[in-house]
């Protein structure tokens, strides 16, 4: 059940991009990059990695809270841990046998995919007017993405 809250809450979140001025604030941990690839090496600990286009790579031995792909993959080689969640918007989410992986999100073209660790899984695909709920979503949160500003709270902080 907690599954199907965290995608109701996702589908609810989309809208709000709409309204607002896209910022994401970066924090000491975290890791953005607005256009290309992002790796995290073993023994880096990552709050937040946030890839407006482009992969994330979590090598083994890397720890990541949450990884966020607008318009690309999120790839969990075994022996990495990401403790939230891994989101994929226009993408997929890879996880190797032997990560740990507490939820992972899918928004595509294909629908909405959410796998738990819980054993609950959740894949949705509806259509309206010719066109996927997942496309939809994926669609409109990265023309917002492109636009989206970067603000560094901390000089520490790692904005790429």
Request: hydrophobic share 40%.
């Amino acid at each position: 059940m907690r599954s199907f809250l965290t995608a109701m809450l996702l589908l609810s979140s989309v809208p709000a991009l709409a309204e607002d001025e896209c910022k994401i604030d970066v924090g000491p941990n975290d890791v953005v990059k607005k256009t290309g690839d992002i790796v995290i090496e073993a023994g880096q600990y990552v709050e937040d990695a946030i890839a407006l286009d482009g992969t994330i790579t979590i090598k083994q031995g890397a720890m990541v809270k949450s990884a966020i792909a607008f318009h690309g993959n999120v790839v969990i080689e075994d022996g990495a841990k990401v403790s939230k969640s891994a989101l994929s918007i226009g993408g997929t989410v890879s996880a190797a046998k032997g990560s740990r992986v507490k939820n992972l999100i899918e928004i595509s073209e294909k629908g909405l995919r959410i796998r738990g660790t819980d054993g609950e899984d959740l894949d949705l695909n509806l259509v309206i007017g010719g066109k996927s709920i997942g496309q939809r979503i994926a669609d409109e949160a990265l023309s917002k993405m492109k636009n989206c500003k970067i603000a560094t709270a901390k000089a520490s902080s790692k904005a790429l």
